[in-house]
């Protein structure tokens, strides 16, 4: 079982707005990243620390916590933004782990 | 650019060892942690293990007793190598590069490819 969980599948309509979170203790301790995978792609990136996109990520994603609970957010969301979203963090045993939650398979309708 | 080219046996049998490598081009090997991470079909990632530079590393409890992530820093390459697999153990295996930012939090912002591998008899 993942330290991390997430809502399994998530839906949203084009161009509305979507915010996919991720609970666990360690996130009261530490920031999430958060990765963007589309089928038989790699993971991509797309918000780290406090909300950082890496260059290339566009604004439309953006990343907030408030105390165990990390959220990325997707305003105006798009075709191709369908993909399934991992967030990442330390684990909460204190020592140098990483886990990933279980994933969202997001769906824009 | 940093790019991640990893590679390795794609088909193995029970109880034998995983080896695969990942190189690192395009931009400095030190100061980073470096990681690996699997994916078994049609589930969610799992991170494996990482190692630094210096040769520290970071194991997931679950497979440490079976795992070994090593370096070679004259080559730019780590390596994984994962013992006694089983069909369990079949997925995407990719390496990644960990920033090690203090502030931000730590994060894998270079993902290699991907390398599928099956164990089956």
């Known amino acids: 079982s993942s330290e991390l969980t997430q809502d399994p599948a998530v839906s949203v309509a084009l161009g509305q707005t979507v915010r996919i979170t991720c609970q666990g203790d360690?996130?009261?301790?530490?920031?999430a990243s958060w990765y963007q995978q589309k089928p038989g792609q790699a993971p991509v990136l797309v918000i780290y620390?406090?909300?950082n996109r890496p260059s290339g990520i566009p604004d439309r994603f953006s990343g907030s916590s408030s105390g165990n609970t990390a959220s990325l957010t997707i305003t105006g969301a798009q075709a191709e933004d369908e993909a399934d979203y991992y967030c990442?963090?330390?684990?909460?045993?204190?020592?140098?782990?990483?886990?990933f939650g279980g994933g969202t398979k997001l769906t824009v309708l | 650019q940093v790019q991640l080219q990893q590679w390795g046996a794609g088909l193995l049998k029970p109880s034998e060892t995983l080896s695969l490598t990942c190189a690192v081009y395009g931009g400095s090997f030190s100061g980073y942690y470096w990681s690996w991470i699997r994916q078994p079909p049609g589930k969610g990632l799992e991170w494996i293990g990482e190692i630094n530079h210096s040769g520290s590393t970071n194991y997931n409890p679950s497979l440490k007793s079976r795992v070994t992530i090593s370096v070679d820093t004259s080559k730019n390459q780590f390596s994984l190598k994962l013992s006694s697999v089983t069909a369990a153990d079949t997925a995407v295996y990719y390496c990644?590069?960990?920033?090690?930012?203090?502030?931000?939090?730590?994060?894998?912002?270079?993902w290699g490819k991907g390398t599928t591998v099956t164990v089956s008899s």
């Open positions: 990442n963090s330390r684990d909460s045993s204190g020592n140098h782990l990483r886990v």
């Open positions: 620390g406090k909300n």
């Open positions: 990644a590069r960990l920033q090690p930012a203090v502030i931000s939090g730590r994060y894998m912002d270079v």
């Open positions: 360690s996130l009261r301790s530490y920031y």
